[in-house]
Structure formats: C-alpha cells, structure tokens
C-alpha cells in the first residue's frame, strides 16, 4: 500500500513535469510567456491596451524570420514583442537617439533570454541601420518625436531591402483631441513628408482607437515608365541601370575590388544599395551584363554565376568570348544585336592586345552609352590613327539623343570628342574605383574645357540616381 502510494505520487509527479515542460516548450515557441510575464510597468500596459501587439503585428504581417529596425525603440515596449514575434531566425535593430533608454533596453532582453535584438544609438536624421538589411522598418508613438522626419525617412532607404515597407504608428489628431493632440500626426503631413523623402503611402489602418497605422513604401518601386532609369554607381567601371523591364550591368567586377582595398569585402547583406550584386536580390528580375573587354577591372567571371539563380539573364561581351544559350558576343567591327526589346550597337578600340567595345543600348526608351576603355585607336592607345570622329558620326546614324552616358575619366582627348558628338543628357564618370574624389576633379576640369553637360559623381558604391525626364532627380553632382 505504501509503495502503491509512492509509485502513484511519482507518477503523478512525472506527469506534472511533462505537463510543465511541454508548457514551457510552448512558451518558448510562441513566446507569449515570457513577454507577458515581463510586461509588468502599469503605463506599458495601458499604451500595450490601446495597441495591442498581437493584433498589430497581425495587421502589418510581420512574421518568422523578418529583419525589423524600429526607430525610436525607447526602453523597449514593441520591441520585446516584434522580437518574439520574428524569432530566433529573424532579428529586430533597436533604434533610439537615447542611451540610457537603449541600456534598459538591453537588461530587458538579457532577462527575457531575447537574443535576437541588438540595439542601435542613431542619429536624429539618421537611425543608422545596416545597409540593406530590413524588411520592415517600424516606429510607434515615435513619428511625432523626430526632429528631422524628411532626412531620417530617406536614410532608411539604403537599409531596405527591396519591396520592404515602412510601418509608422501614431496618434490621430482628432481621435486622440482629448489628449490635446499636439502630440500626432496628421494624415497630411505624413503624405507630404514621406513624397518629400521618395515614399509613397501605401496603406493607412485606422483601427486602433486613437492611433492611425501607415504603411509607406519606396516611391521608385512603384514602377519606372519608359524613359525613367534608377542609377547605382557599383564600383570602378560598374554600374547598374534600372529600367522599365530590364536590370542592366556594365563592366561588375568583385575580384579586383577586393584586392586592390581588403576592407571592401562584401558586406554582410551585398546589394545594389550598398554597390554589390546579389543573385538573389536580382533572380525576379530581366537582366542583361555587358562587358566592355577581358581586362580585371572590366570583367570578372562571378557574373556568370548568376545564370543559375537568375531565371531570365543575357550576356553582351564586347568581343568574341564565346557562345552559348544566353550569350551574344559582339566583336569588332561595330556589332550590332537586337533581342528582347534591346538594340544594341558598338564601336571598338583595341589597347595591351585586348579588343574590346563602347556600348550604346536602346531599351525601354532610353538610349543609354557605356564607354568602357574605348578610344577609338585599333591598335595602341598612343600612336594609331583615331576612329573617334569616324565611329561618333557612325553611332549618331543609330541614335536621336543619349540620355546616360557613362563616360572614361581618364582619356581625356578622345573622351571631349564623344562628349562634343553624343551630348548626353547626363554623364556619370568611371574607371577611379577606390579613388571615387577624382571623378569630382574631372567634372571640373570638363567644366573649365567648356563642356557643358551636367555631371553626376558617385562619391562611394550603392550611390543611387533617379533619372527622369532628361535629368537626374535625386543624386547628388
Ligand atoms: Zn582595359
Ligand atoms: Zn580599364
């Protein structure tokens, strides 16, 4: 009897440490323990009333494994939630301009074991995130706090990823009057600042009492119209051009960069906005790469390891580099190709034994012309007869106007004679990677020649230009 006894309360007890541990597994899984275990402050819980997380957070879509920044994360009311809520796979950057904030911030995610928030001490304009890294950037009771909204929602740019949306929640001036409603943000001007910094509000959710919920998104990603192009400088001779249907590449290289400058590695999210190509930031998208010639700061063969990843990808190489089933090889003299709504036509030069090509591209009413190495000459750089004059009257047989030139700053001679004959509407400089100041001294020197053409300097990769209606929109000169 006694033994019988013993063994059922052993059992019993058993049982009640399955029952606890599974409990406690579910715990962790949802995390709804620890959270509401540690939200314990009488005013988070009340503001936590009013926006409750769960249904926010339903709202806005945010899931396992999303990346978030939240500006203004304070002493961590959301965040100990979004941080849960994306897991162990997904991460949350806590952004405030306080540090005393951030550092209780801190002790609560070391108590509540959340590993997956690492805090950052950011700038009134600038929350300072990682470069490309976001697929939500999120603020609550914050908006009405920032003292510099139109630069702090443009340097969240560059840390979204693509298609990622902006979440910003704050209180309504008339549902929230009784407040005084000082302290909200009108539909309006949230409208206003977010055009004024290149977004566009996507979405506003006004289901919470006294708050309105905005979701804003990057106004470029809403679509480019035929003669529209997105510019990013990659590096050296490398640039990228977005435009209607196609992503183009000239001249990327990887290989050389890293050897010329070891601090330049890849980043640990490699993308257009921080001047790296990343097959998967790419793999939806119609790309074509042109490769002006064979040298190592033209062409480097990590491009042909996006044809995997990257469901519709086209090769241009600029001389005979082979065939293949996605590639067309335009050899001197003066090739021509036409597929996919591009046109392509080439001039050549031929310098160290490596012939090589100048490309000018018709594509979703652009013209647009990457120089590469040329100068005109078949043989050495320096002693045979110019084409320039020659292949410039040829080229402008083929074209109305150019709108983007992408231009040699370092041949200069030849380089005047392209300029004077093909009168870009904008140019962007080359060939200075790792020395990007030179391209500002070369657009002065093309100034004092008297060649007027307005000329756009990428000062570091990932510099990203908007090119509307024959001129650059946003982009520094
Ligand atoms: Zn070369
Ligand atoms: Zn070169």
New binding site residues.
């Given amino acids: 009897m006694r033994r019988a006894a013993h063994l059922i309360l052993r059992r019993s007890f058993i049982v009640i440490l399955a029952a606890g541990l599974l409990m406690a597994l579910a715990a962790l899984n949802s995390g709804t323990f620890l959270v509401n275990a540690q939200t314990v402050d009488p005013r988070e819980r009340a503001t936590n009333e009013r926006q409750p997380p769960a249904k926010v957070m339903d709202a806005i879509g945010l899931k396992a494994g999303m990346v978030v920044g939240e500006v203004g994360a304070g002493r961590g009311r959301y965040t100990i939630h979004l941080a849960v809520r994306v897991g162990p796979t997904g991460r949350v950057y806590a952004n405030d301009i306080n540090a005393d904030a951030l550092a209780v911030l801190r002790d609560r995610c070391l108590r509540d074991k959340l590993a997956n928030v690492e805090t950052i001490l950011g700038r009134v304009d600038d929350p300072l995130f990682p470069k490309a890294a976001l697929d939500m950037a999120f603020m609550i009771l914050t908006y009405h706090h920032l003292a510099k909204p139109v630069d702090l929602l443009k340097n969240l740019i560059p840390s979204l990823k693509p298609g990622a949306t902006v979440v910003v929640i704050d209180p309504d001036p008339i549902k929230d009057a009784d407040r005084g409603g000082t302290e909200s943000t009108s539909r309006e001007k949230i409208e206003r600042e977010a055009a004024a910094a290149g977004f566009e509000v996507a979405k506003v959710e006004t289901f919470l009492p006294r708050d309105n919920l905005f979701v804003l998104k990057v106004k470029d990603q809403a679509g480019l119209r035929p003669g529209q192009a997105t510019i990013w400088y990659l590096y050296h ?1 490398g640039y990228a051009v977005k435009t209607k249907t196609k992503l183009l590449v000239f001249d990327y290289v990887e290989k050389m960069r890293r050897e010329r400058d070891p601090a330049l590695q890849p980043p640990a999210h490699p993308a257009l906005a921080n001047g790296w190509i990343n097959p998967e930031e790419i793999k939806d998208l119609d790309v074509v790469v042109f490769v002006s010639h064979s ?1 190592a ?2 062409y480097d063969e990590i491009i042909r390891s996006w044809e995997k990843p990257v469901k519709n990808i086209h090769y241009v190489f600029g001389w005979d580099a082979g065939t293949g089933p996605h590639v067309y090889s335009l050899a001197a003299p003066r090739a021509e190709a036409k597929f996919d709504g591009l046109e392509i036509d080439t001039v050549n030069s031929h310098h160290s034994g490596v012939p090589e090509s100048a490309f000018l591209v018709k594509v979703d009413g652009l013209t647009i012309y990457h120089n590469g ?1 040329y100068v005109g000459r078949m043989a050495d750089f320096s002693t045979a007869p110019s084409n320039v004059p020659a292949d410039m009257q040829y080229l402008k047989t083929k074209l109305k106007t150019v709108d983007i030139l992408f231009g040699a700053a370092s041949v200069f001679e030849a380089f005047n004679q392209i300029l004077e004959n093909l009168k870009p509407h904008v140019l962007f400089p080359l ?1 200075y990677g790792g020395q990007e100041e030179k391209y500002r001294e070369f657009a002065t020197a093309l100034k004092k020649a008297g060649i007027d053409v307005p000329v756009f300097c990428p000062a570091k990769p990932g510099d990203r230009f908007e090119y509307r209606d024959g001129r650059i929109i946003t982009g520094r000169q």
């Fill in positions: 001779c040298h700061d033209h190495d060939h």
